[in-house]
């Protein structure tokens, strides 16, 4: 059984465009090792709270992964 580490609290809201909610679930499938790679990156989460702020990043536009299409020039995502 995986260990069990405590939820943080306190962090702000997520930002969502107006009138639009998050109701799609997806599933990620990681291996063992790479769950406690993201233990050690914030011990504070949970792997699946570390994943959805990683998703939240990008979508945001505050990370771009090097795999993604390259950004058109004068596009504002």
């Not at 405590?6 to 679930?25: C, G, H, I, S, T």
Request: proline share 14%.
């Amino acid at each position: 059984m995986p260990r069990q580490r405590p939820v943080a609290e306190n962090l702000p809201p997520l930002p969502l465009p107006l009138r639009e909610k998050r109701d799609q679930q997806v599933k990620i499938r990681l291996t063992p090792s790479e769950i406690e790679r993201l233990a050690v990156m914030r011990p504070d989460l949970t792997p699946s709270g570390i994943v959805a702020l990683l998703v939240d990043d990008v979508l945001a536009g505050r990370y771009r992964p090097g795999w993604a299409v390259p950004q058109e020039s004068g596009q504002t995502d």
